[in-house]
């Protein structure tokens, strides 16, 4: 069962230390947020996952990390400069500024219309101004004097990175078509947002990947090219459903209709998930065609080729982009993982069923109180198993407390350490430890000496 709301993991996830709206000490900052503690290992979990999925394990891929302020003519070459723009409106009374696509689709709550039929300010039912085009990128200056020449752009996509590294590559790697560069890195929209957590934020990351290929035989009917993007479309999803455990009756494929087409692109397909608010982008897989490589060719007077062996000549590779938002995943996930039930007392408890590989926490270390005695065992227990998994120590509250809390930051397994593990009255321990499972919370009693090798037998993939 996925979250009833949004407000539900927002909640969630300042309490627990998932993710915090940024600079709350200063009343905050729109469509910034800062990710906690746990938030930054579930923000790491997926893109490990991701990573191992693109690069780690295929031989036709590797990895990239360009720098993310960029020469400016990349960003003229890439069209940004020129078409990177969304239609902004002003409230003529309150001053708000709203995207007009947005207010069409009833993103920030009900349509207001006038008598005319125009759409009316959403905050206080003011005039709108005339569409205006304000390009989405953030500029920044280099040195300290501020002319033309100084100005960068902050990346809105960490593909032209790619791009612009493609001879670097096939140069230093001696790669061969086909094949892919992979980048995970932060991008930059000015967008004014409607504000649904890090759906849509203005500092974000990215997980993309540049897939080179053999320009098809007929460009007019490309079967070939065709055939490939249909391919990493459906390698894509699989990700979302096997890795992430996504419902696939949550996620649906959109192919972008003619208009709706960025400037780069010969075909899109969107990957969307059913949000608490509908059906919303998760990933969107581009044929980009030679678009790039033609236009920073042209840019720089330097062509990017690849020449081809077999036929003596040089080509301009065309390439399939899976370009997926790692932080809006990170919320699809949460929203995903939530659950709530009533055990056999009639307790209620929340569990997040993340998927052991994406858990921030794989394994608490629960004394079963706070007692003396227990600690040195439950100590020696914690830095066991903490070199191995990313673990937690708890001794504070009840038992049933904590369980309730490992439930709810979705900790697949805690170790507990009870009178029996260390001995009472005189009597020996009998040096074993109890594993309790969060999905069925079924406890199972190992020897300590077993204790790795049942946890990993019961952490798939971690
Ligand atoms: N290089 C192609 C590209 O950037 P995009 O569809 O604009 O394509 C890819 O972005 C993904 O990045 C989106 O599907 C979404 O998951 C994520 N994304 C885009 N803008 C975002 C924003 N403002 N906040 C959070 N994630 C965003």
């Given at each position: 069962m996925p979250a009833p709301d949004l407000d539900t993991i927002v909640s969630l996830a300042k309490r627990r230390g998932f993710v915090f709206p940024a600079a709350e000490i200063y009343g905050g900052f729109a469509n910034t947020y800062d990710y906690g503690p746990l938030g930054v290992e579930l923000k790491r979990n997926i893109r490990d996952s991701w990573w191992r999925s693109m690069v780690r394990e295929r031989d036709d891929v590797v990895g990239l990390d360009a720098s993310l302020i960029t020469h400016p003519r990349v960003w003229k070459a890439s069209g940004h400069v020129a078409t990177f723009n969304d239609p902004l409106v002003d409230c003529k009374k309150c001053q708000m500024r709203w995207r007009v696509d947005h207010l069409e689709e009833g993103d920030y709550g009900p349509v207001k219309r006038d008598a005319e039929g125009n759409i009316r300010c959403p905050n206080d039912g003011g005039e709108l101004t005339e569409p205006r085009q304000f390009n989405l990128m953030f500029k920044t200056q280099i040195g300290t004097v501020a002319d033309d020449s100084a100005i960068a752009y902050l990346p809105p996509e960490t593909a032209q990175g790619i791009f612009i590294n493609f001879e670097n590559v096939v140069g230093s790697?001696?790669?061969?078509?086909?094949f892919g560069i992979a980048q995970t890195r932060v991008s930059f929209r000015n967008e004014i947002t409607p504000g649904k957590f890090v759906f849509r934020t203005l500092e974000f990351e990215q997980m993309e990947m540049e897939y080179f290929c053999f320009p098809p035989k007929d460009r007019e009917n490309p079967v070939e090219y065709l055939a490939l993007h249909q391919e990493w479309i459906a390698y894509r999803l699989n990700w979302y459903i096997e890795r992430l455990g996504i419902d696939p009756s949550r996620l649906r494929l959109r192919p972008h209709e003619k208009e709706e087409l960025s400037h780069y692109s010969a075909g899109t397909t969107d990957i969307e998930y059913l949000f608490p608010w509908g059906w919303g982008e998760l990933e969107g897989v581009a044929a980009r065609t030679d678009f790039d490589l033609t236009a920073h060719g042209n840019e720089s007077g330097h062509p990017l080729t690849y020449f081809d062996e077999e036929s003596n000549q040089h080509v301009v590779p065309w390439v399939i982009e899976p370009a997926a938002g790692l932080t809006r995943t990170l919320a699809v996930t949460m929203l995903e993982a939530w659950d709530e039930e009533t055990d056999a007392r009639g307790e209620k408890r929340v569990v997040m069923r993340f998927k052991p590989s994406i858990a921030p926490v794989k394994v608490a270390v629960l004394p079963l109180s706070k007692n003396e005695a227990l600690r040195p065992f439950a100590r020696k227990v914690y830095d066991m198993v903490r070199p191995v998994y990313m673990t937690q120590y708890d001794e504070t509250q009840s038992i049933g407390r904590r369980y309730r809390r490992q439930d709810e930051i979705g900790t697949p397994l805690c170790v507990t350490i009870d009178f029996q593990s260390v001995g009472e009255k005189g009597e020996a321990g009998d040096d074993a430890v109890t594993i309790r499972e969060r999905d069925s919370q079924a406890q199972v009693r190992v020897p300590l000496s077993g204790l790795l090798d049942a946890l990993r037998e019961r952490l798939p993939g971690c």
């Open positions: 790697m001696r790669r061969k078509l086909p």
